[in-house]
């Protein structure tokens, strides 16, 4: 049985010409690059290259741009060591965002290092109440907003230009999770405004464990790992050379090939929300699905309540379909999505997250709507 992939938010394919590239190096350059011998310099050549396509692609001076273990560790040092630098007691944030944001904010509240938590209002669609967000900056002090650009279960876009206006109107410091986003849409960071934004390469077909966070010049932080003078004193520990040099490949294909891809990735959203809605009855969308609000690579489905609800991914799984999602949490105790829940989804129905990329096709999606209705057929009362 060839398996459909549709959890490309969740991580990509790696693109051949990115494993090429990285054979290549690991083949070829063994030497750290932190040594000061010949071997250790030609591997230094190779990181800041790297650091150096980025930085173009992002607008950004390669000065901005700082190698992580991916989107997790980005996110949790742009909010630890940027609210520690400026001594900020209070952050913004939203119900919705990735636990790499709300678990990190949340346990500093209880540490003590921040005083207050809040959290911005966000309608039925997942869409920021930007009102509520500029009443939130006003009366309170100086604040660390966290906002993602586009919601990984939803694939609602935020506007970051925008809460970027808001913030530095009010003094704010404005951190974007653009894991989503990134190599998706083109960020001109000279234009947005936001102190942070991260990338997790394995979300734009790279490899797992590397990413990046851009610090805008503008601000100083100090580092998140300690031990050593990597990443010019703001990360210890010997560099993913390999990865790093995969993400870059990885970004480079990416915007070369944006608009084309982006077209046809919409065109497969498209076709999909159309026929589920046609053929399944009582099936909606969670999230916004409009183009220009809603991140081309999501749709979220929301199915009728069903009989073995909780068993539906699992039917997909053995009938040869890969995706993800879930339910709203009914109780306390009950562990579903935490997003779903932020915007107040009806925990009866089940949802599904299927995530594209370049290598779907109209094929794979027609299956799986034959797949998807047989299976609901089976389990909806009648």
Known sequence: MNRIYLDNAATTPLDADVISEMVNVMSTYYGNPSAIHAQG????????????????????TPAEIFFTSGGTEADNTAIRCGIAAYNIKHAITSSIEHHAVEHTLKKMLEQGVIDKLSFVNV???????YAHLEELLKNNERSFVSLMHANNELGTLSDMERIGDLCEQYDAIYHSDTVQTMGHYVHD???????????????????????????????????MIYGG????????GTENVYGIVGLAK????????????????QQL?????????????DVFFNGETEADKSLYTVLNVSFPAMDMADMLLFNLDING???????????GSNIGSHVLTGINADPNRPSVRFSFSKYNTKEELDIVVEKVKQIVSQNVPA
């Open 229 to 236: 003078a990597q990443e010019r004193n703001m990360r210890g």
């Open 269 to 281: 959203k498209d076709y999909l929300k159309d026929r589920l809605q046609n053929e399944i009855p």
């Open 123 to 129: 309608d039925e669609k997942g869409t920021i109440d």
């Open 250 to 265: 990885a970004m480079e294909i990416a915007y070369r090939d944006m608009a084309e891809h982006q077209g046809y990735i």
């Open 189 to 223: 960071v000279r234009k947005l405004k936001a102190h942070f934004i991260v990338c997790a390469a394995h979300k734009l077909h790279g490899p797992k464990g590397v990413g990046f966070i851009f610090v805008n010049h503008n601000i100083k932080i100090g580092p």
């Open 321 to 331: 379909i890969s995706a993800s999602g879930g339910s709203a949490c009914s109780s």
């Open 41 to 60: 310099r030609e591997v230094r050549t190779l990181v800041e290259k790297a650091r150096k396509t980025v930085a173009g692609l992002l607008n950004a």
